[in-house]
Structure formats: C-alpha cells, structure tokens
C-alpha cells in the first residue's frame, strides 16, 4: 500500500470534482463510494481511496493506494495529486521531468 499528500487551495468539493473528472479517464477506475469529504475508487489497476479536509487557508488531500509505489495507479495519483495548484494563482501541472 502506498500513501501520498498534497496541500492545494483547491476546496475539498473542487479536488473530490476533478477527481472524479480524471481518475476514471486516466486510470480507468470508477467511483464505488464517496462521503462529503472523501471518494473510493476501483478498477483493474486497484482501489484508491482520496480524502481532502480543510486545514486553515489549504485542503489537505490524501490519497491511499492498494498498490506498490512503482505500479501504474500509484504513477497516475501521483500525476493527479501533482497538478493540483498549491498556492493561488497556481496552475498547477507536470514538473520539469514530466512532459504531460
């Protein structure tokens, strides 16, 4: 199993609605639960469980693989978490090693 964090400015509505814009596109996954502050999601690659809670000024947003850290999924959830925008004005996005 393999864990990540991110803190975005994103709300946790608005992280919990791109995630379910980009998680079944991208990895093929589709939502089997959800609450206010936290969604499942599970396919042929595994299950991810994503949680966001407002902390102060940021949403910490976790993310919980079934996964090794070198699988496909666990590539992708990183991928999402990383386009997340951390500050305002952020865009977000790849890093300079990720061309996409």
Do not use: C, W
């Not at 980009?22 to 595994?46: D, N, Q």
């Not at 407002?54 to 991928?79: C, F, G, N, W």
């Amino acid at each position: 199993m393999a864990g990540y964090v991110r803190k975005t400015v994103l709300t946790p509505s608005a992280v919990l609605e791109r995630a379910k814009e980009v998680l079944p596109e991208r990895i093929g996954l589709a939502r089997s639960k959800g609450s206010r502050h936290g969604a499942t999601y599970t396919g042929p690659e595994g299950t991810v469980t994503v949680s966001a809670h407002p902390h102060s000024m940021y949403t910490e947003v976790m993310a919980q693989t079934d996964q090794l850290r070198t699988s496909r999924m666990d590539y992708e959830i990183q991928k999402f978490l990383n386009h997340l925008p951390y500050e305002v004005g952020d865009r977000g996005g790849p890093g300079s090693g990720d061309p996409s």
